[in-house]
């Protein structure tokens, strides 16, 4: 059931700042999914800086030569790497559909100034909800750390991503796991920690 | 290329791999599959991906890939190749079109020998900032071909038509893309590059074809670029590019979706599901061959359709010759789209104007969004804004300080005195912190425009500022000019050696150790004297005393200044692995006063309990925080700096 449109879409819409790897998990989930001979559509957009500016990728799964962008109310799950980042997608996410935000705080320079506001854990959760979706929060304390340093987020997010929401019956967690081992061999054993332990992370769905 | 919509190009070849790349890479791999010989283009988001994945491709000899000085030159070097005979590719942004247009109007009403194609990226959406332009216009006014691909996969196969398509009628032809498939990653059969043809060189002299010599001459060659234009769309009709799906059923509605529109038909029409299938039957033409106007596949529509609705994002070109059809043909239904209907000129369309496009073309009503886009829009107006700044280690950031800072000791109030900017990273000095430059136009406009402000009358001191790829684009010009009339400005130009903003490419300021082999640098401090300015300086901009101290004494002296603000890009040099400097904080100095922060603007310091953070990770150590704290608190412990 992999070929033809609709058979088993799934659209992924993920947020976060520039230097979190956003663009990489969207390109991991991709290559992923390509071998398992699924369609895959992956469209990243990053304003102009190379760090701290605000980045979106749109993944669509399962349909071959789909347009790039998800429309509104569209996407089945959204990934959202850092707080604020998250409400940038509440318009796309799916009524019903997962939302699932890694609670890291990224603040501009006028917030830590005290010059602007920043958004409450609150209030996030409210518009994910008002929005119809399912809340699936994954706490940034509780990300583990190996020989003594935190394991990279967005790889431990990806396993979070695949292990607890419907995007692991899409793609498979193992081709997943080996996709990670493949991209970085230097860094294996920390990556295949960060994944293993996202794939069983601790997800708060109230 | 008669597969369906909606499919990506799958080939059996053994040769071939399937793999995942971006719109981009479709385009430059299609052209290795096309036998091309010379690729030049100029970066510009969102096109740079194409050259810039031959350029990492690392080609043998047989082939010629480079970034040119600018689009205008990049076009000649692939028309010359063309007119000699050899099948050539040059790509750029849309912006960059307008640079070359000039030259490729020559060239198109001159016609080809080997394939010529020009490869353009619009971005709908201005995702990268610049004029939201529709490049389609130039084909209509320089009477191209142009080919459009509705998915990355389509890509692959629509350059190698072109150039077939080229080589048939005699004339260049545009592929041109959107942001939305020139950035998007999909996985697409790769087959095996073909070396170029083996081809002696034309050397044919025939005044009459290459030159624009008198009224008989241009007129003829007006004639044969209309002839060619024909041709080509002759060919674009057996090749079934357009794709014509007539209802079996007369009446209904007839849909042309444009380019990248054609996907979002499908998907669209799939959500309307039963709502469509309800109505009458609906006709359907997918459209590669934004130019020439598929006329005989509009006029299908016309015969079997009572109603018109025509998708496309941007300009409404297609609509507007649909309009001049149906009154040749005779045609009386309604024809929905910019004219006539609901859509704008303006952003990126997608599937949700497939929708409301049908349901209005169908007369049903609009669904909304159930009120549900207040929900979005109070979400998004709760997200914390992210302006841009230059990157932590940027050398600009040290020029910017030293323009405020020398304005400042100069008894100059900011809001007094005009500074011109200019395209690419040097153009975030227009945000917080620095709010030093003024203004954005094109490539080099910054010293034309400084000119003008000059001219006006203004008794404060006038200041343009570039980037140094910016400069040899089409800065040079502007300064010439200042020379010869003598116009008391203060250009600083800001060498970081690299073409950053767009990703990083080799410019004639990069270092040879890192230009492809054989290249040769071209050096500003030698070039800007000889270009007659009076009075140059190079100066620091991790330096801020001497920096600041550069710029006062430029602005006070008479006639054309030139400051040549030099270090290389920080984002380059740790690629490299090299500092400038280790920063540290002496925590019992630091009183959190914040001046490093509001001052600089850096991303590698934040606030922490009772001092400021240093992030080692992002730091370059420039020392530039070092230089603004008033407490010393902060101090470069060693000096790595090249």
């Known amino acids: 059931m992999r070929e033809g449109v609709g058979s088993r879409s799934y659209d992924v819409y993920l947020v976060g700042v520039g230097g979190q790897g956003v663009l990489t998990i969207a390109d991991l989930i991709a290559e992923a999914a390509m071998e398992d001979g699924l369609g895959v559509n992956v469209y990243p957009t990053k304003g102009m800086a190379q760090r701290g500016g605000s980045v979106k990728v749109q993944v669509r799964l399962g349909r071959e030569g789909i347009g790039p962008e998800i429309p509104e109310r569209g996407a089945d799950l959204v990934v959202a790497m850092e707080r604020s980042e998250a409400l940038k997608a509440v318009r796309y996410v799916k009524p019903g559909g997962e939302f699932l935000v890694f609670g890291r705080v990224w603040e501009p320079t006028r917030v830590m100034l005290g010059k602007a506001d920043y958004p409450s854990l609150e209030q996030v959760g409210d518009k994910v909800r008002a929005a119809g979706a399912r809340w699936r929060y994954v706490d940034p304390d509780e990300l583990p750390s190996r020989e003594g340093r935190p394991v990279p987020a967005n790889v431990y997010v990806l396993g979070a991503a695949v292990g607890q929401t419907g995007l692991g019956e899409v793609v498979d967690a193992d081709r997943v796991a080996a996709v990670v081992a493949k991209r970085w061999e230097r860094y294996a054993a920390v990556n295949e920690t960060a994944f293993r332990a996202g794939l069983e992370a601790d997800v708060d769905g109230s | 290329m008669d597969h369906r919509a909606g499919e990506s190009v799958v080939d059996n070849h053994s040769s071939s791999k399937k793999r995942l790349i971006t719109g981009n890479q479709a385009v430059a791999l299609g052209a290795l599959r096309a036998g091309v010989k010379v690729v030049t283009g100029y970066p510009g988001t969102p096109s740079s991906g194409a050259l810039g994945s031959l350029i990492e491709m690392d080609l043998e000899g047989e082939r010629h890939v480079e970034w040119s000085t600018n689009e205008k030159v990049a076009f000649e070097i692939a028309a010359g190749a063309a007119w000699a005979g050899q099948r050539a590719m040059c790509t750029m942004k849309m912006s960059g079109l307008n640079v070359a247009s000039d030259s490729v109007f020559s060239i198109a009403h001159s016609g080809v020998n080997g394939g010529l194609v020009i490869y353009v990226a619009d971005d709908p959406g201005a995702h990268a900032g610049m004029v939201e332009q529709d490049s389609r216009g130039y084909a209509r006014m320089m009477d191209l071909p142009m080919l459009e691909p509705m998915t990355v996969g389509d890509a692959y196969e629509i350059v190698q038509v072109a150039f077939d398509l080229s080589e048939r009628t005699g004339t260049p032809v545009f592929v041109r893309s959107v942001t939305a498939i020139a950035n998007s990653h999909a996985p697409v059969m790769v087959m095996e590059p073909v070396p170029p043809a083996e081809r002696e060189p034309i050397l044919e002299r025939d005044i009459t074809k290459y030159t624009k010599a008198g009224s008989a001459i241009a007129q003829a060659q007006h004639r044969d670029v209309i002839a060619r234009l024909e041709e080509a769309g002759s060919a674009i009709r057996e090749m079934k590019l357009n794709e014509l799906q007539l209802a079996a059923e007369p009446g209904g509605l007839g849909v042309i979706a444009a380019g990248a529109m054609g996907p979002y038909l499908n998907e669209g029409l799939e959500l309307l599901g039963d709502v469509v299938s309800r109505q009458d039957p609906i006709s359907v033409l997918r459209v590669r061959g934004t130019n020439p106007f598929p006329g005989d596949e509009v006029r299908a529509l016309f015969d079997r359709c009572d109603t018109i609705l025509v998708l496309e994002e941007l300009e409404p070109y297609l609509e507007r010759e649909t309009w001049v059809e149906a009154r040749r043909a005779g045609f009386d239904g309604r024809i929905v789209g910019k004219i006539d209907g609901p ?300």
């Open chain 2, 343 to 642: 859509f704008g000129r303006v952003g990126e369309y997608g599937v949700k104007h497939v929708v409301r496009g049908v349901r209005e073309a169908l007369g049903l009503e609009e669904t909304g969004s159930g009120g549900q886009d207040t929900v979005w829009d109070e979400a998004e107006a709760l997200a914390a804004a992210r302006p841009i700044t230059v990157c932590a280690g940027c050398p600009h950031r040290g020029t910017f300080l030293a323009i405020n800072q020398a304005l400042r000791e100069l008894k100059l109030k900011r809001d007094e005195v005009m500074v011109t900017g200019d395209i690419g990273c040097t153009i975030l000095g227009m945000n917080p912190p620095f709010e030093t430059v003024w203004n954005e136009v094109s490539m080099g406009a910054s010293v034309g425009l400084a000119q003008g402000y000059v001219h006006s009358g203004l008794k404060t001191p006038v200041i343009a500022t570039i980037g140094d790829s910016t400069f040899f684009h089409a800065g040079m010009p502007g300064l010439i000019n200042a020379v010869q009339h003598q116009v008391e400005l203060t250009l600083i130009v800001m060498d970081n050696q690299w073409t950053a903003m767009t990703g990083m490419q080799a410019n004639p300021s990069t270092e040879e150790a890192y230009q492809p082999p054989g290249n040769r640098r071209v050096d500003l401090a030698e070039l800007i004297p000889a270009m007659g300015v009076e009075h140059f300086f190079v100066m620091d901009p991790f330096e801020l005393e001497t920096a600041t101290a550069t710029v006062k004494e430029a602005l006070e002296l008479p006639g054309v200044k030139v400051v040549l603000s030099r270090q290389e890009c920080a984002i380059q040099a740790q690629r490299r692995g090299l500092r400038a400097g280790r920063i540290r904080v002496d925590d019992e100095a630091c009183t959190v006063c914040r001046r490093c922060i509001t001052v600089t603007g850096c991303p590698a310091i934040s606030l922490g309990e009772d001092t400021i953070v240093i992030d080692q990770g992002l730091c370059y150590g420039c020392g530039l925080c070092a230089q603004v704290c008033p407490f010393d608190a902060i101090e470069t412990v060693s000096e790595e700096r090249r």
